[in-house]
C-alpha cells in the first residue's frame, strides 16, 4: 500500500477483512464491479483497480478524492498456517478497534 506518505504492507484476509498493522482499524474490503473497495474506518474509503490482472497491481484514491491516490501490489499468497488461522482453522479471532 502506498500514498505521498509513503508505504507499508496490508493484507485483504478472507471473508473481507483488512488489516494494517501500521494503522490498525476494524476495516474491511470488497470487490464490486471489478473495484476493490476499502472501508478503512477513521482512515478513509478507498477504490482501487486492477491496472494489470497478472501482477495483481492496484491503484486508485480515496472515494471522492481520486487526486488522494493510493496503489497496492501484491507481495505473496496466505502460508498454509495463515489460511488456517484465518478462516476458522483457530479459536482465535484478530480483531482491532
Request: net charge positive; charged share 25%.
Amino acid at each position: 500500500w502506498s500514498y505521498s506518505g509513503g508505504s507499508f504492507q496490508v493484507e485483504l484476509r478472507p471473508f473481507g477483512g483488512f488489516y494494517s498493522k501500521t494503522y490498525p482499524a476494524l476495516a474491511t474490503w470488497s470487490v464490486v464491479d471489478k473495484k476493490v473497495t476499502v472501508d478503512w474506518k477513521k482512515f478513509g474509503k478507498f477504490e482501487l483497480e486492477a491496472k494489470d490482472p497478472v501482477s495483481r497491481f492496484l491503484e486508485g484514491g480515496a472515494l471522492g478524492n481520486p487526486l488522494n491516490w493510493r496503489k497496492a501490489e501484491f507481495i505473496r499468497p496466505f502460508s498454509e498456517a495463515e489460511k488456517r488461522l484465518l478462516t476458522g482453522g483457530s479459536v482465535w479471532n484478530f480483531e482491532y478497534d
